[in-house]
């Protein structure tokens, strides 16, 4: 039974990936992390010593603290947090438990250096359609909450990316972006490590619908049908973003928890009536 400031693994994994996730800071001293250089999907590392300082940037946002184990640096960052009047838990067995418990760990390596306003930035191609909002949402809900995405006419994304230290996506040439059969929201989940069953069935969703290969996947047909839907409601591409995110949100949820459910109407009558 966990203590009234800590949060499992289990709870935590639930919340990983949707709009209601915490804000997850990783505490781990540079030798924890070196040994391990990966990442709770959607957390930011920050130094214990200074909890002080970044303890108000929280401020009406829910927190889980991670450390190595869960132990006296998460109980005490916890401690300064919840002083400071920040809603906070620590995450019971640290990053070592959800390590040993299989949940996901993201490469550290593969993503970009956050920019000065603490968060990573990256441009893609205007007008989006499919993985264009996908991989926004893909980065938000798991690689940086806070990311700032930059839609940009489709001949200077180039050049947007050089000159304001953006990372480029779904353009030709670039990393993050299509390679053979597979579109970049696969890339995104291939790099980053995020290897879990949802997000792949949600992946082969996204590649049938923007490679149009409906036949990859039932509900691609219905994916593609509402992304150009929301393509000519927006004509603002941040509106259609976050129009967009709830979509993404209600389809990784169906991928991760509803695929076995039907619907029937009328409701068969119950036997002895």
């Keep these: 039974m966990p203590a009234p400031t800590e949060i499992t693994i289990a709870q935590l994994a639930r919340l990983i990936g949707t709009p209601d996730a915490p804000d997850v ?114 980065i938000r809900r798991f690689v940086d909450p ?39 929201f696969d890339t995104l989940i291939d790099e980053i490590g995020l290897d879990c069953q949802p997000l792949w069935r949600l992946a082969a969703i996204v590649r049938g619908a923007d490679t149009a290969r409906l036949d990859l996947a039932p509900e691609a047909a219905g994916l593609l049908a509402m992304s150009l839907g929301l393509s000519r409601l927006y004509k603002d591409d941040l509106a259609q973003l976050d129009a967009g995110m709830t979509l993404y949100d209600a389809l990784y949820r169906w991928c991760r928890d509803a695929t076995d459910e039907t619907h029937h109407w009328p409701t068969p009558a119950k036997s002895g009536r």
């Design 146 to 184: 806070r990311a700032v995405i930059l839609f940009a006419k489709a001949s200077e994304v180039a050049g947007v990316a050089e000159k304001f230290g953006a990372t480029p996506f779904d353009i030709d040439g670039v990393f993050w972006s299509h390679r053979g059969e597979k579109c970049t």
């Design 25 to 138: 800071v990783d505490v781990r001293i540079d030798q924890d992390f070196a040994a391990d250089p990966r990442l709770i999907p959607g957390s930011r590392r920050r130094s214990y010593t200074t909890v002080s300082e970044w303890a108000q940037e929280h401020d009406g946002r829910r927190v889980v603290v991670t450390c190595q184990k869960g132990l006296k640096l998460s109980q005490g960052v916890v401690a300064w947090l919840r002083h400071h009047g920040v809603v906070a838990e620590a995450l019971e067995g640290g990053v070592q438990g959800w390590r040993d418990a299989g949940q996901m760990l993201v490469k550290s390596d593969k993503l970009p250096p956050l920019t000065t306003g603490a968060h990573t930035l990256w441009v893609t191609r205007e007008r989006p359609k499919i993985d264009r909002i996908a991989c926004p949402w893909l």
